[in-house]
């Protein structure tokens, strides 16, 4: 793992959720997966586009982006589960590594407001 845990856990995140989006084949559910695929690898996209920010003020609407597409991402992979898309297991397993991921986004844009203060 590289120094930045965010960015790390992020991008096992990102692929966790290309693996459960490419392997739904339950018919009619491409606007579902659609969307979580947008959702959970965006938020990968963000916390990377936010380590070359052109200010604090912009680092942290990068993480705080992040943060959003973390809560909507976790809309979706409850209301997969909810709809028989996903088993226990993986919703389990996507939904620990989101939740530990939203805190530490939470953890770091707390802290980038301190230190811009």
Same mark, same amino acid.
């Given at each position: ?33 659609? !969307? ?14 936010? !380590?070359?920010? !052109? ?15 973390? %809560? ?11 709809? %028989? ?14 939740? %530990?991921?939203? +805190? ?5 844009? +707390?802290?980038?407001?301190? %230190? !811009?203060?």
């Amino acid at each position: 793992m590289s120094e930045n845990k965010l960015l790390d856990l992020s991008l096992e995140f990102a692929a966790v959720i290309v693996d459960l989006v490419d392997h739904i084949t339950v018919p009619k559910s491409a606007y579902m997966t659609e !969307q979580l695929g947008r959702a959970g690898t965006s938020i990968g996209a963000n916390i990377h586009e936010a !380590q070359y920010a !052109q200010s604090r003020k912009d680092f942290i609407s990068k993480l705080e982006i992040a943060l959003k597409e973390s %809560n909507e991402t976790s809309y979706w992979l409850k209301l997969l589960f909810k709809t %028989n898309r996903i088993d226990k297991q993986t919703h389990y397993h996507a939904e620990k590594l989101c939740g %530990n991921i939203r +805190r530490l986004l939470i953890a770091s844009v +707390r802290t980038a407001k301190e %230190n !811009q203060k």
